[in-house]
Nanobody, 121 residues
Framework: QVQLVESGGGLVQPGGSLRLSCAASGSIFSINAMGWYRQAPGQERELVARITSSGTTNYADSVKGRFSISRDDAKNTVYLQMNSLKPEDTAVYYC???????????????WGQGTQVTVSS
């Protein structure tokens, strides 16, 4: 079993910054893609940013130029640096990691419990 623990959410004023972290632990052989998703009230969960094991990144158009995703494979951790935050960035942010638990098992996607980000003055 694999656990993902997120941290770094909170309340921030428009134009401010936050850095989210998500640490994976448990039965991990290797981690493929890692990503951040968000879900605002009444809306579907959407991809915010994603990074592959080779470091290739992709972002939602709404966050390009403001958010940056990175990963530390030695710590099994993915980060999301969020700058120039806007009220419309308010949502619960979830991390997702595609994990191989051994060299022979198929990968499986795990989710964190979510962390609230609120952008308001």
């Amino acid at each position: 079993q694999v656990q993902l623990v997120e941290s770094g959410g909170g309340l921030v004023q428009p134009g401010g910054s936050l850095r989210l972290s998500c640490a994976a632990s448990g039965s991990i052989f290797s981690i493929n893609a890692m990503g951040w998703y968000r879900q605002a009230p009444g809306q579907e969960r959407e991809l915010v940013a994603r990074i592959t094991s080779s470091g290739t990144t992709n972002y939602a158009d709404s966050v390009k130029g403001r958010f940056s995703i990175s990963r530390d494979d030695a710590k099994n951790t993915v980060y999301l640096q969020m700058n120039s935050l806007k009220p419309e960035d308010t949502a619960v942010y979830y991390c997702n990691s595609v994990v191989y638990s051994s060299a022979t098992t198929l990968p499986f996607g795990y989710w964190g419990q979510g962390t609230q980000v609120t952008v308001s003055s």
